[in-house]
């Protein structure tokens, strides 16, 4: 069965507003969760680390105001898109390592109008 | 130059034909890697890990590993309509499930019944 879950798994909002999308280990508990973001037949893009209880560490081109992560509990992590434009607009999946593996989340689409 | 380079397709192959994904990595200090597949709108699920050169076989999946040449592919034997998805080669340093990873951009592979 899953072991990461995502909500929602899609989501359409206008342009300027806020969308959280939430990130959940179902099994063990994670300090460390990423957050990816896909575009249609583009690769997946590590965006940020996600560490609990400390700042999120971004990759290189990530804007840390735009994209909010918060990682409040073991269990946890939330992706907030602020000021959300249609360029924003793609598919963000999350994960969690375990061992030597990383097991991903189903997605969330997000589609800004 | 992309760290990691994979020929995104489409490829379509009739059903029972073996099918051969590849990626090239110019990063040498990638020691450990992965192949994913991923249904449309879903998030990735690993099919094999592997670390050293060679070949790793797994059912009618075999991975196969050459770092002298940075060249990995993965072989999928008696190929099944269910097989149908977007294959993602990833890749690592160290292995470990909480490092980031580097994936290539995908192939979409259709098998025809």
């Known amino acids: 069965g899953a072991v990461v879950s995502q909500h929602p798994s899609w989501v359409i909002c206008k342009s300027g507003t806020s969308v959280k999308i939430e990130c959940r280990s179902l099994?063990?508990?994670?300090?460390?969760m990423f957050w990816y973001r896909q575009f249609p037949k583009q690769s997946l893009m590590l965006m940020a680390t996600s560490n609990e209880g400390s700042k999120a560490t971004y990759e290189q081109g990530v804007e840390k105001d735009k994209f909010l992560i918060n990682h409040a509990s073991l269990t946890l992590s939330t992706l907030t898109v602020t000021s959300a434009h249609p360029e924003d607009s793609s598919f963000y999946i999350c994960?969690?390592?375990?061992?030597?593996?990383?097991?991903f989340g189903p997605g969330t689409r997000l589609t800004v109008l | 130059q992309k760290e990691v380079e994979q020929d995104p397709g489409p490829l379509s192959v009739p059903e029972g034909a073996i099918v051969s994904l590849n990626c090239t990595y110019s990063?040498?200090?990638?020691?450990?890697f992965m192949w994913y597949r991923q249904y449309s709108r879903k998030g990735p699920e690993l099919l094999m890990y592997?670390?050293?050169?060679g070949n790793k076989e797994d059912g009618r999946f075999t991975a196969q590993v050459d770092k002298s040449s940075k060249y990995i592919s993965l072989f999928i034997r008696d190929s099944q309509p269910s097989d149908s998805a977007t294959y993602l080669c990833a890749m690592s340093e160290l292995g470990f499930g909480n490092e980031k990873l580097t994936f290539g951009t995908g192939t979409r592979l259709t098998i025809i019944p």
């Open positions: 990063n040498s200090a990638f020691q450990y």
């Open positions: 099994d063990f508990q994670a300090t460390t």
């Open positions: 994960s969690r390592g375990v061992l030597n593996e990383q097991f």
């Open positions: 592997t670390y050293s050169s």
